[in-house]
């Protein structure tokens, strides 16, 4: 069981920046894939970016290139997501997920690529 949990989230104003950190546990974390995802009320969970196993593969949604940054720290079991730039429609339920069972080293793309999920973080931006 790989138990995930973000913080980090907040209010800001439009163009300031945010911090998330998300902690996996477990001993395997250094060969995890991981993303963050988002959802507003009423729609999908979308995935943001994600980050290789390896951290050598990002992929990030055109809506937040060269806006917001991922990283991971596998010393500390955690993963990071910089957000600069913030937009009033970059608001929502930050989640990160671990794809524990992700054997390429490349940063999935699917749902169903991630099988733990933490329970989210609010992202509010004001205009």
């Known amino acids: 069981q790989v138990h995930v949990v973000e913080s980090g989230g907040g209010s800001v104003q439009a163009g300031g920046s945010l911090r998330l950190s998300c902690e996996a546990s477990g001993r395997s974390f250094g060969t995890y894939a991981m993303g963050w995802f988002r959802q507003t009320s009423g729609k999908e969970r979308d995935l943001v970016t994600a980050?290789?196993?390896?951290?050598?593969?990002?992929y990030y949604a055109d809506s937040v290139k060269g806006r917001f940054t991922i990283s991971r720290d596998s010393a500390k079991n955690t993963v990071y997501l910089q957000l600069n730039s913030l937009k009033p429609e970059d608001t929502a339920v930050y989640y990160c997920?671990?794809?524990?069972?992700?054997?390429?080293?490349?940063?999935?793309?699917?749902?169903?690529?991630?099988?733990?999920w933490g329970q989210g973080t609010h992202v509010t931006v004001s205009s």
């Open positions: 997920a671990a794809a524990s069972s992700y054997l390429s080293d490349d940063a999935p793309l699917r749902l169903d690529d991630y099988d733990y």
């Open positions: 980050i290789s196993w390896s951290g050598g593969s990002t």
